[in-house]
């Protein structure tokens, strides 16, 4: 497994949830590391991706709420999710897109769900 990733789960709005997406090191090395999700009858969408260069991409949906973050000595990405709404329920994918020709992965997606 290539991407594991953790975390999900049932919240109240205005909650707080922590995602973590564990990498093996050839892959977290070789990737732009980030997290997208899908909700039920929508398409997939970015939720955060870091750049080549570390900077932090945010979906405008999630601006001022999601922090994306990594630990490189463990090869994990983080999402940190504050002030959370109904509308964040969703399945949550974390991703690392390969530099150059590297492949890209998946990891199999974690739910969360924010109760109204």
């Known amino acids: 497994v290539q991407l594991q990733a953790s975390g999900g789960g049932l919240v109240e709005t205005g909650g707080s949830l922590r995602l973590s997406c564990a990498a093996s090191?050839?892959?977290?090395?070789?990737?732009?590391m980030g997290w997208y999700r899908q909700a039920p009858g929508e398409q997939r969408e970015l939720v955060a991706v870091l750049s080549s260069g570390g900077s932090p991409i945010y979906g405008d949906s999630v601006k001022d709420r999601f922090t994306i973050s990594v630990d490189n000595a463990k090869y994990t990405v983080y999402l940190q999710m504050t002030s959370l709404k109904p509308e964040d329920t969703a399945v949550y994918y974390c991703?690392?897109?390969?530099?150059?020709?590297?492949?890209?992965?998946w990891g199999q997606g974690t739910q969360v769900t924010v109760s109204s």
């Open positions: 090191r050839s892959v977290f090395s070789n990737s732009n």
């Open positions: 991703k690392a897109q390969g530099r150059g020709f590297k492949p890209i992965y």
